[in-house]
């Protein structure tokens, strides 16, 4: 009988032991995230009884907390809500937060160390706790000219300052109104929920970071930097561009969008193959370099990697493994490759920066409750080394200008300023309708703005759909 109280006493505290050690490694390790997790609704409770610092886009306060007169003392406001919506996200009762709300939720909530001053004289005073304010680079003027662009036609915009990284626009359609997220009223936040997720087009979906398609022809300029950095080619190299090209190993023939020969006697320059978007000579380019070399190319522009902005983007793709008949569909960005609006305003980006890829962010600045600044981002290069020669990237750059001065980008013209870009139309599964893009900069020789511009199963091109929003956008940011 000892025996067995012995051996029962010792499971006992076994089990003691592993409940104090659970208990330990949660208050130690977990609380943090299980404190900032969306379901815990007892923090969230906690944290409507302190005013919520502001989310702003300059000076103006895109997303604040206003006092009420219910049980819970802040509500959540947010200024053109639909229009900040893919960057500001939401702060729901409910659901928790996205975007900007919840990256930046210890700022906003004033549970940031850098705070840590600030509530020890809130303390003292005796006043109300107070979170941070986060500033956006947003550019006001170029986020409003990217919305209304879109006009309710599913797809996205971003712009980025070429030589920062800094997301100058990042817009999305259809969008959502988050103060209708963000209510007191937990059954109307249900509803327009349950609406938004049944909605086909997904309006709670963050396409500027999160949509990824095929880039089509905006491709191609990944392809020639790949075609310029193996130093086999120059922009006045003669490639082949006739009617038709038949895949590598198989029967299939790729067809340019004209359906005849992208010259007299189906040949012409690299240059020229880009400025018509000649997909028989881009399939033939992407087979000659290989899947290696375009993949090493795309990685060097940031695909394969995930961004925090700070809320986290999807990785854009190169196929791991294409046979070579898949690798020509790559020249024209189809088969497998992948890229959301971020993906493909960085390969703008970087070409317009001499070929340095800077790390893409949107907030500038982090401040105390009454706005004086506590930190601000500093921009930092992305990888060890440039995707590209400043020599190549000013070659590509120049060929990019041709594009729209007297080829298929020809609406992202903008009088009197040199603008380099590309169109592109991706296809789709059978039956759908193309994804147009276009991804421009500018100037040109010495680029503030680069932007691309993806508009999801819209049919049409996208140098008549796509280019006229980029044009707009840049217009916004170069405007004095």
Known sequence: MTSSLRRLSGVFAVLLIAVLANLAYVQMFKADEYRSSTGNARALLQEYSRERGPILVGRRAVAKSVETDDDLKYLREYSNGPLFASASGFYSLVYGATGIEKAENRVLSGTDDRLLFDRLQQLIAGRDPQGGAVTLGLDSEAQEAAFAGLAGRPGAVVAIQPSTGLILAMAQSPSFDPNRLSSHNSREIQRYYKELTADPNEPLLNRPLAAANPPGSTFKVVVTAAALESERFTPSSIVPGPATYTLPGT?????????????????????????????????????????????????????????????????????????????????????????????????????????????????????????TALDSTTPEQFGDAPAMTAEHALELSDMMVEVVARGTGSNGAIPGVAVAGKTGTAENGPGELDTVWFISFAPAESADVAVAVVLEKSGGSGNSLAAPIARSVMQAVLSP
């Open 251 to 371: 029967s299939t023939v790729v067809r340019n969008a004209s359906r005849t020969a992208c010259a007299p006697g189906g040949e012409l320059t690299l240059t020229e193959a880009l400025v018509v978007s000649c997909n028989t000579a881009f399939t033939w380019l992407a087979d000659q370099l290989g899947d290696d070399a375009i993949r090493d190319q795309a990685e060097r522009f940031g695909f394969g990697t995930s961004f925090e902005v700070p809320m986290p983007a999807v990785a854009g793709r190169y196929p791991t493994d294409p046979d070579p008949a898949q690798t020509a569909l790559t020249g024209i960005g189809q088969f497998d490759v992948r890229a959301t609006a971020l993906n493909m305003a960085q390969v703008a980006a970087a070409i317009a920066n001499a070929g340095v890829v800077m790390s893409p962010y949107l907030v500038s600045e982090i401040s105390s409750p009454d706005l």
